[in-house]
């Protein structure tokens, strides 16, 4: 093969002269409204399937449609595009995982422009999917297309791409593991469906948190009762539901539950050290979510910690209870308290489960109540993490120095992407998280866009990324 500064060379220049053609592209794919999560879009998502499955076959791809089974409205769940391009023996085998449903957006919510009309302002593509995740996947495509244009494709390539990764990825994971085959060769994964921290440096993720979503039930009377007949004679629900989730974390966020904090995974040198690096404004950070002051003195690396690394708590709401406006006198007969834990390295839901169970249920006992309690756990999703010094991590990290000239920046991210567990469970193979768009982007929100700079320069990094793998010795 040619040394990466002719590949690359010629590979990137390609991309610049076809730039309009790219944003064409995806102004036809985000004008298909595939909302997988309303039933009346189908139709829609079915649309989008298969204009995404003529792109791949244009390519060359052999296409497999396979279809998931039903809803339980008893409507078709939409088809999961398996492609595979490529089956030479001497190369690597990269899978990417992608999807291409989209969430509901409407003028009414807030955009300054149609949703599904891709917009351009200002350097800047605004549309639904613009950045999670059609963006993205078209960049895979225009990255192979470009290769093709300019060389050879440096490796094989399989796609996994779906069309209900907005309502929990129904069906997938039984899929994969009945075509567990498709994976045989396969010797990398990599997924553009994520973020950079901030604006201004590249990212590669490398850890993402659980998370245990929990019920607590608190029932007293029979019936709701007016206060003014009944207040002072029973004991009310709501208090003791504020009693426990007053008593789940402390004023700082430490989690309050016995023993939670036993099985969490010490901090190495190595990884403090990564922290220290780490390119992140706190004032930016701080005045984007409009707080006077945050925890941890404002400290970057404390901050970087408690928001992947450490886990945390959070109430969510609570049913039962007069929320509206204006005032009503009610003492609601039953009220359920919601909050999740997102836990960490070497903590699981299991663990978790039992002891804030425990925890709350003793907490009840101390505290005498006449009323019953409930205490359980109504989903989790598995942490995820890899080897951030891995191979595949080695070329994530070269490509971007090709294209951006600076190291990414390595960082864990806070949230839960159940996938991620499902793929490692699947194939065995290390997951790259390579992101395209920047912390900005507003995935799920209201003008939600991608720059027309990372459209670009992301084509280029994962072809870069496509031809480094194909390097590893």
Not at 97 to 125: C, M, N
Request: proline residues 4%.
């Amino acid at each position: 093969m040619l040394p990466p500064s002719s590949v690359l060379s010629s590979l990137f220049s390609y991309i610049d002269e076809h730039k309009h053609q790219y944003i064409q592209n995806l102004r036809e794919a985000v004008a298909i409204q595939s909302v997988s999560g309303n039933s009346e879009n189908r139709k829609d998502v079915n649309k989008m399937i298969e204009w995404t499955s003529n792109r791949l076959k244009s390519l060359g791809c052999k296409v497999d449609l396979k279809h998931i089974g039903f809803d339980d409205k008893g409507l078709s769940l939409p088809d999961v595009i398996m492609a595979s391009l490529g089956d030479d023996p001497n190369k690597r085998t990269v899978c990417i995982y992608g999807h291409i449903d989209v969430q509901p957006a409407s003028l009414e919510d807030g955009w300054a422009s149609p949703p599904f009309e891709l917009t351009e302002r200002d350097g800047k593509l605004y549309g639904r999917g613009a950045t999670d995740d059609k963006g993205p996947v078209l960049c895979w495509f225009h990255a192979l297309e470009a290769f093709q244009a300019t060389g050879k494709i440096p490796v094989n390539v399989k796609f996994v791409l779906e069309s209900m990764e907005e309502c929990g990825s129904k069906g997938l994971e039984e899929l994969l593991i009945a075509e567990k085959q498709f994976f045989d060769n396969v010797d990398y994964v990599c997924i553009s469906d994520n973020y950079w921290l901030g604006t201004e440096r590249p990212t590669l993720t490398y850890a993402l948190r659980g998370i245990c979503y929990f019920h607590v039930e608190v029932e007293g009377a029979a019936l709701d009762l007016h206060s003014g007949i009944y207040g002072g004679t029973v004991q009310e629900a709501m208090e003791d539901l504020i009693y426990l989730l007053g008593n789940l974390s402390d004023k700082n966020g430490k989690i309050a539950i016995t023993n939670f904090y036993d099985n969490v995974a010490p901090l190495t040198d190595d990884e403090y050290d990564l922290y220290k690096n780490i390119l992140f404004d706190v004032d930016e950070y701080r005045n984007s979510i409009g707080c006077k002051k945050l925890l941890y003195n404002e400290d970057k690396v404390q901050i970087l910690m408690h928001r992947w690394r450490h886990p945390c708590l959070s109430i969510h709401g609570i049913e039962g209870a007069f929320s509206e406006h204006g005032s009503k006198t009610v003492i609601p007969r039953k009220v359920i308290g919601k909050f999740s834990i997102r836990f960490v390295p070497n903590q699981s839901s299991k663990e978790i489960e039992k002891l804030v169970v425990s925890y709350l249920e003793q907490k009840f006992k101390e505290r005498k109540s006449l009323n019953n309690l409930k205490v359980f756990m109504t989903g989790f999703g598995d942490l995820w993490s890899e080897d951030p010094f891995h191979p595949n991590y080695v070329a994530g990290s070269r490509a971007t120095k090709h294209v951006y000239g600076v190291e990414p920046d390595l960082i864990r991210d806070g949230g839960t992407i159940p996938i991620l567990l499902i793929i490692q469970k699947v194939t065995g193979k290390n997951i790259l998280l390579l992101p395209v768009g920047q912390g900005d982007d507003g995935a799920h929100s209201q003008n939600e866009k991608v720059n027309v700079k990372n459209y670009i320069e992301g084509t280029k990094l994962l072809g870069a990324y496509l031809y480094e793998v194909s390097q590893i010795d």
